[in-house]
């Protein structure tokens, strides 16, 4: 059973314009929802996260906006760039347990930026 | 952000050797790590929960007699392929919170087994 669902599994976006990544969750549990950034060869790198209480949080180009009643949450990229061509995780874990869960990730976004 | 050290970065090993993967948190204190599995443009797979002092906690299908997990202290957890078989290649990421629910994540290593 696959928790987090991602889309669309890749997207071409010209330089400047918005990127934007979907994710829907399925376990209510979850209340953190972190965006990982990951490049070739490389380990994930944290980009921006939001908690339910919340419905949109930005920071720099990047916002996420959540809606806890569709249980989905989204990734806006603007004014794209040709170094943001990666690939984008989007997760969700409990911290109910103190810290002590996993996170679950989406299947992933292979984001491709045209200069 | 904070950093999360992961060592060797690859690793070659013949078929049958057992193969050891260093997961340290370099400036924060972890008392849980995490260790994924990702496969070539796959996800990534949570196989493990390391616990400091105790014994880690593995997801279904994970076979913990094959992948051992040692948490030896607050800032470093290995994982240790063990007999390791063509099968087993794949690139391996630990990951550590810091102040729960923040997750960082090591630069992963590529296993291959020939």
């Known amino acids: 059973q696959q928790q987090v669902k991602q889309s669309p599994q890749s997207l071409i976006v010209q330089k400047g314009g918005i990127s934007i990544i979907n994710c829907a969750y399925e376990?209510?549990?979850?209340?953190?929802f972190p965006w990982y950034q990951q490049f070739p060869g490389k380990g994930p790198a944290l980009l921006i996260a939001i908690r339910p209480d919340v419905s949109e949080k930005k920071e720099g180009r990047f916002t996420i906006s959540f809606n806890k009643s569709a249980k989905q949450f989204s990734l806006h990229i603007m004014d794209s760039q040709p170094g943001d061509s990666a690939t984008y995780f989007c997760?969700?874990?409990?911290?109910?347990?103190?810290?002590?869960?996993?996170?679950?990730f989406g299947k992933g976004t292979h984001l491709i930026i045209q200069p | 952000g904070a950093v999360v050290s992961q060592h060797p970065s690859w690793v070659i090993c013949k078929s049958g050797t057992s193969v050891k993967i260093e997961c340290r948190s370099l400036d924060f204190q972890a008392t849980t790590m995490f260790w994924y599995r990702q496969f070539p443009k796959q996800s990534l797979m949570l196989m493990a929960t390391s616990n400091e002092g105790s014994k880690a906690t593995y997801e279904q299908g994970v076979e913990k007699d094959k992948f051992l997990i040692n948490h030896a202290s607050l800032t470093l957890s290995t994982l240790t392929v063990t007999s390791a078989h063509p099968e087993d290649s794949s690139f391996y990421i630990c990951?550590?919170?810091?102040?729960?629910?923040?997750?960082?994540f090591g630069q992963g290593t590529r296993l291959t087994v020939v």
């Open positions: 990951s550590a919170r810091q102040g729960p629910p923040r997750a960082f």
């Open positions: 376990n209510t549990a979850f209340d953190y």
């Open positions: 997760a969700a874990t409990s911290n109910s347990g103190g810290g002590a869960d996993g996170l679950t």
